[in-house]
């Protein structure tokens, strides 16, 4: 599994945050995530234990945070370090991850060029993903 790569010891509340990651069908926040988390532990965690928690995933390319939403995905391509870009879907809330190294370069170079070094950048982009531009089409006659 991915935690091998990433050298992360995973306990028993770090698998289930990861899996109500990937569980939810849209980004959770920090909160969301305290109030599954609690009710799987079936004891009240406090915020700073989950921040914690969150803080550590997003370390080792686990967990990312969306920050236009302010909330938490699961990484879909952890077998390699790379940035990901999220589709945010502005109907249904959904948050799907592409990988554009294309883009990552561009990036880069135009910040190079600009003597100006890189420690950190985020590309999420808003809009209606697919299954709902369809169930738009559809109702719209
Ligand atoms: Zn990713
Ligand atoms: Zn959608």
Redo the contacts with the bound molecule.
């Keep these: 599994m991915a935690c091998r790569q990433s050298g992360l010891q995973m306990t028993p509340l770090r698998e289930a945050a990861v899996s109500e990651l990937w569980r939810a069908e849209r980004p959770l926040t920090a909160y969301e995530l305290l109030a599954r988390l609690s009710e799987i532990a079936g004891r009240n965690l406090g915020p700073p234990t989950v921040y914690r928690l969150l803080d550590t995933l997003c370390q080792h390319g686990i967990a990312r945070r969306i920050e236009s939403l302010n909330a938490y995905v699961a990484c879909h391509r952890r077998e390699h370090d790379h940035e990901c870009i999220f589709l945010l879907?502005q109907?249904?809330?959904?948050a799907t991850e592409i990988e554009d190294n294309g883009l990552e370069r561009l990036l880069r170079k135009q910040a190079e060029t600009a003597g100006f070094e890189m420690t950190r950048r985020v590309v999420e982009v808003s809009g209606?993903?697919a299954?709902?531009r369809t169930a738009v089409d559809s109702d719209g006659a």
């Design positions: 879907c109907e249904c809330g959904g209606v993903c299954p709902c």
